[in-house]
């Protein structure tokens, strides 16, 4: 009986996803992994090639986005254990061994951390590296790398969140953060990745880009610690504040307005946040 179930997440990848595939199926040491391929809307032959295969196959009839693919695999795995990777070539299947005995030193999540010397872009280069800084602030833990598809975790830890996992490519952030959070064990193990094929993150929008990158920046305090994102805004809008009263007292000899509403609006920023954490904690409960 299989112990570990590895689900693809895959829309119009049929000219990579055979490759992938067939690796794994020739590899023995991996033959008891059971694969499901979450076909995500595509409108190529993935369905054959899931079929000549003999893999197990899940359509969704309209594209909904590779997090939402992943749940839908989550969903559908009987086994104890899950694997997660891409379908597009990157991830060499032949390194799952190597995740897999890692995790099962004792570990809830092994995370397979690509190298500063991949393909990816200058701009998602330098993304990570602030991501995985941010987050080790954050978490008070070594994060080597956050947004990486490749990973090894309980399959009954990683449903646990599942209502928190964005239907879209975030997936992977939510995930390690909500493990940290909920104090499971997290573990990082060196891989190796192809350059990113076909027209997915071949081109980069700097102003989409940019802001999914500044608000994954502030859903990873949210979803950790709210009071870590607020407490600094509310402190920094009250120096601020009181600076500014200063400077108009000195000068003109009275309290603004504008000191006024930068110290309320300290207040307000506060209050949020210790609400925000409450409810974060409500969330963590177990």
């Not at 003999?54 to 839908?72: F, L, P, R």
């Not at 701009?123 to 008070?140: D, P, S």
């Not at 009263?245 to 207040?267: H, K, Q």
């Amino acid at each position: 009986m299989s112990k570990y179930t590895l689900v693809i997440p895959a829309k119009n990848e049929y000219e990579h996803l055979g490759g992938v595939i067939y690796t794994l199926q020739k590899n023995v040491e991996n033959q008891s992994i059971k694969i499901i391929v979450v076909n995500d809307g595509s409108t190529d032959n993935t369905s054959n090639l899931c079929e000549k295969y003999n893999v197990i196959e899940i359509k969704h009839n309209y594209s909904k986005g590779n997090g939402a693919a992943i749940k839908t695999g989550l969903r559908n795995v009987d086994t104890e254990h899950v694997i997660l990777m891409d379908a597009d070539g990157q991830h060499n299947p032949d390194e799952i061994k190597k995740l897999i005995k890692k995790y099962e030193e004792g570990y809830d999540m092994v995370i397979g951390a690509r190298s500063r010397n991949d393909h990816a872009s200058l701009f998602r280069k330098y993304a990570n590296i602030i991501y995985n800084k941010l987050t080790t602030w954050i978490v008070g833990h070594k994060v080597k790398d956050l947004t990486s598809g490749f990973r090894v975790a309980n399959t009954e830890k990683m449903r646990e969140f599942i209502e928190l996992y964005p239907n879209g490519f975030s997936y992977p952030t939510t995930s390690t953060i909500a493990f940290f959070r909920a104090g499971y064990t997290v573990g990082y193990e060196r891989i190796n990745v192809e350059k990113r094929r076909g027209e997915v993150g071949s081109h980069i929008n700097l102003w989409k880009d940019g802001v999914r990158f500044f608000i994954i920046i502030f859903k990873i305090g949210v979803l950790y610690s709210p009071m870590k994102i607020f407490f600094p805004l509310s402190m920094a809008h009250i120096l601020i504040g009181v600076l500014y009263y200063l400077y108009t007292f000195i000068n003109d000899g009275r309290f603004t307005n504008m000191s006024a509403l930068l110290l309320s609006n300290a207040v307000m920023i506060f209050l949020i946040g210790l609400v925000a954490e409450q409810i974060t904690m409500l969330i963590y409960r177990k």
